[in-house]
């Protein structure tokens, strides 16, 4: 081969071999540093655009996750509130059969009737105070201050459990059993003493509700509490089914996050093993590169000894 001082090709050559290694080590350091297989879509566009997707599902669905806990989080609070008006409930009645004995007299029954308001005033303030962010909880379709309705969700609740939302399966009412979301229809649970709907005892205020202050009425109102008992039972009922629905419902959203979480590592993620073995490989190529350069522009000197 002649020997040129114009063109180096065994420079450009170096050069050229030297390129390549410095990008290939600039590439698998930087997914060593920044973990990820892909970093830009020229790296892996299929491969970004599905991680991506999944990244998008993935977050979806942690989302989702946490809304489900708080619809556990809301069917306890209603039932925590249903719980303390049964037990006020067992004891209007442990007062009704005490009322009814002709063992005590009519005044009394007048001191019993006394803390048997004072409950059915309890049972319809809790009814009325228990509420979730806003919403009442315990109300069903009763008629309420408005005031107490400024920030309530109307019923049926609708709990978002899934990463989607579609109108064909989600978004129409008359849809049994939707895929996304979860509805809690609470226009059934009405804990409230009177009204339409409710416990069927009467409130304070209505003379021909439940009253211990005759003997009559005590016996009259016996079985009523029993009704009002197991009404606040099938009401709990209710509740505990949608709770354990719903716990089941945040199990297997937390295996679909977890199964595509390494679904989206497999596809994105480096492997530190082979990352770590190119950094090496394409160091020595580098460094292998810089002296073979710096030997490769020393051959045009070589000429000069021709001139000599």
Do not use: C
């Amino acid at each position: 081969m002649g020997m040129r001082i114009q063109t180096n090709i065994s420079s450009i050559n170096a050069q050229r071999n030297l390129s390549v290694s410095t990008l290939a080590l600039a590439k698998h350091t930087e997914r060593i540093s920044s973990g990820y297989r892909i970093n830009h879509a020229a790296d892996d566009a299929a491969g970004l655009a599905i991680s991506e997707k999944l990244k998008s599902n993935i977050r979806g669905m942690a989302q989702a996750k946490r809304n489900t806990s708080d619809g556990i989080s809301l069917i306890q609070t209603a039932e925590g509130g249903l719980h303390e008006i049964s037990n006020m409930l067992i004891r209007l009645k442990e007062l009704s059969i005490q009322a009814a004995s002709d063992t005590i007299g009519d005044n009394e029954r007048g001191h019993i009737q006394k803390e048997f308001v004072a409950l059915k005033d309890e049972i319809d303030r809790i009814a009325l105070a228990t509420e979730f962010n806003g919403t009442r909880l315990l109300t069903g379709k009763a008629e309420i201050p408005e005031d107490l309705l400024k920030n309530s969700n109307r019923p049926p609740l609708e709990i978002q459990v899934g990463p989607s939302w579609y109108q064909a399966v989600d978004g129409l009412e008359e849809v049994r059993n939707p895929v996304h979301i979860i509805r809690i229809n609470l226009e059934k649970i009405n804990a409230m003493t009177g009204g339409e709907g409710s416990l069927g005892l009467g409130n304070v205020s209505d003379e021909e509700g439940t009253r211990l202050d005759k003997k009559i009425y005590a016996q009259q109102t016996i079985n009523k509490i029993d009704e009002a008992i197991d009404k606040v039972n099938e009401y709990r009922a209710i509740l505990g089914a949608i709770q354990n629905r719903m716990g089941y419902a945040v199990a297997n959203t937390a295996t679909m996050i977890e199964n595509q979480e390494a679904a989206k590592s497999r596809i994105k993620d480096a492997d530190y093993a082979d990352e770590s073995s190119q950094v090496v490989q394409q160091g020595i190529l580098q460094k292998a590169g810089v002296a073979v350069l710096s030997q490769a522009n020393q051959i045009p000197e070589m000429a000069l000894k021709l001139l000599g």
